[in-house]
C-alpha cells in the first residue's frame, strides 16, 4: 500500500478516535457529571 | 455539586452564545482572543487561496483552525457560569492544542522540503495522542474544578503539565532541528528560512509559556499574553510574503500595512474600559513602529525597482529607433550599390555576347574561351545583385506584385521543359507529374511565380549528383490551394539547416561538399514572394543524402 495511502487511513483513525473521546468527556462531565470540585475553606466537595 | 453559581456567593452572569457574558465585557480577554485568532485565519486563507497545492499552505491553514478552536473553547471557559461545561471544554482543549503544534511542525516541514513529512514520523505523532484517547476522560487530564473564593477553574493533572507541555517543546526542539538543516542546506536564501522559522517558534513558545504559567501558578490572567505570538507570527509572515514572494504571492507592502492597519484599529471595537484600549495602543503603536519600518524599506525598494525598470524600457525605446534608422539605411545602401553595379555589369554582359556572336569579326579561339568565362561570371554577378535588389525591395516595402489567374500547371510544365536539357547534361532526370481536379488556375504573379519555380528547380539540379528530380502539381479543392512539389534525389538536409534555410544568407551546411556558389538570398526572396502572393513555401528532408522536398503553395482559383 502506498505511504500515502496508508498516511489517509491513518489520519482517519486518529480523527474518529479524537471524536470518540470528545463524546466520553461530553457524557463524564456534561451527562454523567463525574467530577470533583473544590471549595473553600472546608476542601473539595464529594460528588453529586 | 454546585453546578450554577450562587448568586450570593460569586456574581458571575449568564452567558449567552456560550461566549457572550458581562463577566467578559470590557475585559482584556475578547481582545486577546480574537485578534490573533481572526488574523492567523485570514493569512492562512489568503496564502491558501494564491497556492492551493502547496502542502505549506495546508498546513497553514490546519494550524490557524486549530489555533482559532482553541481560542473559541477557551474563551467559553472564560465566559461560562457552568462547571460542567467548563470541565467539558477545558478537557477537549488539550487535542486542539497539540494539533495546533502538530500543524506548525507539518507546516515547517512542508515549507524546507515541499511534502508532508515520511508515514512514520506520522505514525509516531499518532501513537503520542493515543495517551490522550484512553486518559483524556480521567483524572490524569483534569484533577477538579476548582471554585475556591470563586475562582472558575480547572486544576490541570499531570496528563497536562508533563506529557502535553513536554512534547509542546519537544515540537518546538524538532522545529528548531529542522531549520538548523535547512541553513545548512542553503537550499534557499538563509534570511528567508530563519525568518519563517522564528515567526513560528515565537507564536508556540509564547503559546506555550502563557499557558505554563497559567497551569503552574494559577495566573490564567498574565497567561493571555501568550496569544500574540500569533500576530506576530503574521507580521512575519507578511513581510516574508512581500520581501520573497513566498507562496508566489506577489503582495505589495503597502497593501500589507493597509489589511494589518485595519484588522488591528478594528479590534479596539472589542475592549470598552480605557485602560484596557490604552495598553491595546501602546501595544499597537509599538507593533506599527517595528512593522512599518520594515515595509516602508521594502516599498523604498520596489519603487527603486520600478523607476530602473522604466528608465530601461525608456533606453530601449530608443535603442529600437536607432536600430530601425540603421537597417533602413543599411537597405538603402544595397539598393543603391547594387544599382551602381548593375549598369557596368550589362556593359560587360553585352559586350561579351557581342564579340562571341561574331559582330566585331572572328576571335581567336582561346579568347572565345576566355570571353565566354567572363560572360558566365558576370551572368552569375548579375543573378546575385539581383538577388540583393529584390532583398531590397522586400524590407523596403517597393516589391510590386501584378497578380492575374492563370494557369501555373501549364506555367509549371514549361518551365521543366525548358530546364530539361540542362538536367540532361547534368546525368540527371527531371520528370513532370500532376494530380488535378480542376483545371490548376491561380491568382498571383506570373512572372514571379516563374523566378519561384526557377528557384526551386535549380537548387535541385544544383544540390542533386545522381539520381531524378520530380515537379508533381496538385490541388486541394476543399482548401483551395495549389500545391508544385519538387522533390529531388540530391544531398538532402538535417534538421538544423532546414530550420535556418529561409533566413537571410542561410546555406546548407553541406552545400560546399558540392562545391556551390550562391548568396543564400534565393529562398528568402521565394519565400517572401510566395506569402506576398497569399502562398508560402515549405521544405522537408529524411536527412543528408536522402534528398529534399520542397513545396510551394498558392491560392487556387479553380
Not at chain 1, 20 to 44: A, E, F
Not at chain 2, 186 to 204: D, M, N
Not at chain 2, 213 to 236: K, R, T
Not at chain 2, 312 to 337: G, M, P, Y
Request: with cysteine; net charge neutral; hydrophobic share 45%.
Amino acid at each position: 500500500m502506498h505511504d500515502s495511502t496508508k498516511a489517509t487511513i491513518m489520519r482517519t483513525i486518529l480523527a474518529v478516535s479524537i471524536l470518540l473521546s470528545i463524546g466520553v468527556m461530553y457524557y463524564v462531565y456534561i451527562v454523567d457529571k463525574n467530577y470533583d470540585v473544590m471549595t473553600s475553606p472546608t476542601g473539595p466537595e464529594d460528588r453529586p | 455539586m454546585l453546578n450554577i453559581v450562587d448568586p450570593t456567593i460569586c456574581s458571575w452572569s449568564t452567558s449567552s452564545y456560550l461566549i457572550l457574558s458581562e463577566n467578559l465585557v470590557g475585559s482584556f480577554q475578547y481582545y486577546a482572543h480574537f485578534l490573533p485568532s481572526i488574523s492567523g485565519l485570514i493569512i492562512a486563507i489568503f496564502v491558501l487561496r494564491a497556492s492551493v497545492r502547496n502542502k505549506a499552505a495546508q498546513a497553514l491553514l490546519f494550524t490557524t483552525i486549530m489555533f482559532a478552536m482553541w481560542c473559541y473553547l477557551d474563551l467559553i471557559t472564560w465566559a461560562s457560569e457552568r462547571s460542567d461545561v467548563i470541565m467539558f471544554v477545558w478537557s477537549t482543549l488539550i487535542y486542539f492544542e497539540l494539533l495546533m503544534y502538530v500543524g506548525a511542525f507539518y507546516f515547517v516541514y512542508a515549507f524546507f522540503n515541499k511534502q508532508f513529512p515520511p508515514f512514520k514520523v506520522e505514525l509516531g505523532i499518532f501513537v503520542m495522542f493515543l495517551p490522550l484517547i484512553l486518559f483524556g476522560h480521567t483524572k490524569l487530564n483534569l484533577i477538579n474544578f476548582d471554585f475556591t473564593n470563586c475562582l472558575k477553574y480547572a486544576t490541570e493533572g499531570p496528563l497536562w503539565q508533563y506529557y502535553v507541555y513536554g512534547f509542546e517543546l519537544l515540537f518546538v526542539g524538532l522545529i528548531l532541528l529542522l531549520t538548523i538543516t535547512e541553513v545548512r542546506l542553503k537550499r534557499r536564501e538563509r534570511r528567508e528560512t530563519i525568518l519563517v522559522a522564528a515567526g513560528i517558534l515565537l507564536f508556540l513558545l509564547s503559546f506555550s509559556i502563557g499557558n505554563i504559567i497559567g497551569s503552574f501558578f494559577g495566573d490564567w490572567e498574565s497567561g493571555q499574553f501568550g496569544l500574540f505570538g500569533m500576530p506576530i507570527f503574521v507580521a512575519f509572515l507578511g513581510y516574508i510574503l512581500v520581501r520573497y514572494q513566498t507562496f508566489k504571492i506577489k503582495l505589495l507592502a503597502t497593501e500589507a500595512l493597509m489589511a494589518g492597519q485595519l484588522i488591528l484599529l478594528c479590534s479596539l471595537l472589542l475592549v470598552r474600559s480605557i485602560e484596557s484600549a490604552q495598553v491595546i495602543a501602546v501595544g499597537t503603536i509599538l507593533f506599527f513602529s517595528v512593522l512599518g519600518t520594515l515595509l516602508i524599506k521594502s516599498v523604498r525598494s520596489e519603487v527603486s525597482q520600478r523607476e530602473e525598470i522604466e528608465k530601461l524600457a525608456t533606453n530601449l525605446e530608443s535603442t529600437n529607433e536607432r536600430l530601425r534608422i540603421v537597417d533602413q539605411q543599411k537597405s538603402e545602401f544595397v539598393s543603391i550599390a547594387s544599382h551602381q553595379l548593375r549598369s557596368p555589369l550589362t556593359a560587360i554582359r553585352g559586350y561579351t555576347s557581342m564579340i562571341l556572336d561574331g559582330n566585331y569579326g572572328t576571335a581567336p579561339e582561346k579568347m572565345n574561351e576566355v570571353l565566354g568565362r567572363i560572360h558566365e561570371s558576370a551572368k552569375l554577378m548579375a543573378f546575385s545583385i539581383e538577388d540583393f535588389l529584390n532583398v531590397s525591395r522586400i524590407e523596403s516595402g517597393n516589391m510590386k506584385y501584378a497578380n492575374t489567374d492563370f494557369n501555373l500547371k501549364e506555367q509549371a510544365e514549361h518551365i521543366v521543359d525548358d530546364l530539361r536539357p540542362e538536367a540532361i547534361r547534368s546525368g540527371l532526370i527531371l520528370l513532370f507529374k500532376s494530380d488535378m481536379r480542376g483545371q490548376g488556375i491561380v491568382y498571383a504573379d506570373v512572372s514571379k511565380t516563374q523566378q519561384i519555380l526557377h528557384n526551386l528547380i535549380n537548387n535541385s539540379l544544383k544540390y542533386t549528383q545522381k539520381g531524378s528530380i520530380t515537379v508533381f502539381v496538385y490541388d486541394d479543392i476543399g482548401r483551395k490551394k495549389l500545391f508544385v512539389n519538387v522533390i529531388d534525389t540530391g544531398i538532402g538536409m538535417s534538421p538544423e539547416t532546414i530550420n535556418d534555410l529561409f533566413q537571410k544568407f542561410s546555406r546548407a551546411k553541406n552545400a560546399n561538399s558540392v562545391n556551390i556558389n550562391g548568396t543564400g538570398l534565393g529562398l528568402f526572396v521565394a519565400r517572401e514572394m510566395a506569402r506576398a502572393m497569399g502562398g508560402d513555401i515549405s521544405c522537408s528532408s529524411a536527412g543528408e543524402q536522402h534528398g529534399s522536398t520542397f513545396v510551394l503553395t498558392l491560392p487556387l482559383v479553380a
